[in-house]
């Protein structure tokens, strides 16, 4: 554009927006020398902690590139790539005690658990080679460890354990059988007991007991071996009560106070009024 060109506002609104996305599509593409550079200095932090402790000193390396290092890490379109380039290895490596038995401090191990959440792509074969995976069950399992690392934790290690047992999570998959067993592992076994005193209760009742077709309290074995009753897919309908109730509370109505007057005596009332009225008046 030549200098003293005449610019309209709206020309350089266009502008500024042009270059503002090229901007943006600029920081959006991931960079080739970023993943394993930061990699890298992660795993010379690691180094040189070893070293710090060694030496007597305080491992601070580690604490000081946390910060800049987890917001790298948290970028969504750079997760495969992080995961390639053996991400899973160096977090192994922070997360994993000293030599002398003592573990990385809680912020680290709350910054890498909290990361991890956000990776779903981590499959079988990426826990294999890097050994996170036993890192994170013996978090899990540490009595020492924090409430909340502890439950990360075992979120992770529940996540990965359907990849790795090929155990699904999508219901619309499952048969009703397959349904019916997983919801019976979810119920207390105070709960079955107290479900099957009551089903027995109900088969001896006048009234007949109308079961839903997806009871999940209710195995195959308990349904092959019961008589046969009535089903329907709605709720049973309440059955009128036939008990009498004898004792009642008294009516306060009952009462003879000033407010519970027959009307007759109330117009009484209201006759001598008018009369003395009207005699005071002499009329």
């Known amino acids: 554009m030549a200098s003293g060109e005449f610019v309209s506002d709206f020309d350089a609104m266009l502008s500024r927006k042009k270059q503002n996305r090229k901007r943006a599509v600029q920081s959006a593409t991931p960079s080739v020398d970023e993943v394993p550079n930061l990699l890298a200095q992660m795993m010379e932090a690691a180094i040189e902690d070893q070293k710090l402790l060694h030496a007597g000193q305080l491992p601070t390396q580690k604490l000081l590139l946390l910060d800049s290092a987890i917001s790298k890490l948290m970028k969504r379109n750079l997760q495969q790539l992080y995961l390639e380039h053996g991400l899973l290895s160096v977090l192994t490596v922070w997360l994993s005690p000293s030599s002398n038995g003592h573990p990385p401090p809680f912020q680290i191990r709350e910054a890498i658990l909290t990361v991890l959440q956000l990776y779903d792509c981590i499959r079988k074969n990426h826990l294999k080679e890097s050994g996170l995976g036993k890192q994170i069950y ?88 019961d008589p046969p009753v009535a089903t329907t897919i709605r709720a049973r309908v309440p059955m009128v009560s036939t008990k009498e109730y004898i004792i009642r509370p008294a009516s306060k109505l009952a009462d003879e106070g000033p407010h519970h007057q027959s009307m007759a005596t109330v117009m009484g009332r209201c006759d001598r009024m008018i009369r003395n009225y009207n005699k005071k008046r002499g009329t």
């Open 138 to 225: 013996r978090l899990a399992k540490d009595p020492q460890e924090l409430r909340k690392n502890r439950k990360l934790a075992r979120t992770l290690v529940t996540k990965w354990a359907r990849d790795i047992f090929g155990i699904s999570v999508d219901y619309r998959s499952m048969s009703r059988a397959e349904r019916l067993e997983h919801d019976m592992k979810a119920v207390p076994g105070q709960l079955k007991k107290v479900k099957k005193e009551q089903h027995m209760t109900d088969l001896t009742m006048k009234t007949p007991f109308v079961r839903l077709i997806d009871d999940p309290f209710v195995t195959d074995q308990e349904t092959s071996n």
